[in-house]
């Protein structure tokens, strides 16, 4: 059982940063491929991106691409997403996942494990 809580999300203009959080409970934290998801109002909820137990494998969509940064830090049982240049169509209910299966996926029904999301709005 992993429990997901998100952090981090709030109001910022068109352009500018943030850099969400979510933090896991359970001892085998490092063993879980890590996603971060969105969903906006009225639209399905989409991957954005997702994190290999090894660090260093990394999956992004194309739309955040060079912008969004995904990390985790296994000594800490955290996932974060640094977000920079954003735009106000990344506003969205952000939610941190874990999935154990072992390789990175991007479809939310493979995930086994949600937090309860946190609010990003980009303002023009």
């Known amino acids: 059982q992993v429990q997901l809580v998100e952090s981090g999300g709030g109001l910022v203009q068109a352009g500018g940063s943030l850099r969400l959080s979510c933090a896991a409970s359970?001892?085998?934290?490092?063993?879980?491929?890590m996603g971060w998801f969105r969903q906006a109002p009225g639209k399905e909820r989409e991957f954005v991106a997702a994190?290999?137990?090894?660090?260093?494998?990394?999956y992004y969509t194309d739309s955040v691409k060079g912008r969004f940064t995904i990390s985790r830090d296994n000594a800490k049982n955290t996932v974060y997403l640094q977000m920079n240049s954003l735009k106000p169509e990344d506003t969205a209910v952000y939610y941190c996942?874990?999935?154990?299966?072992?390789?990175?996926?991007?479809?939310?029904?493979?995930?086994?494990?949600w937090g309860q999301g946190t609010q990003v709005t980009v303002s023009s």
């Open positions: 996942a874990a999935d154990w299966n072992g390789s990175i996926r991007s479809r939310a029904l493979d995930y086994d494990y």
């Open positions: 359970g001892r085998t934290f490092s063993r879980y491929v």
């Open positions: 994190i290999s137990w090894n660090p260093s494998i990394t």
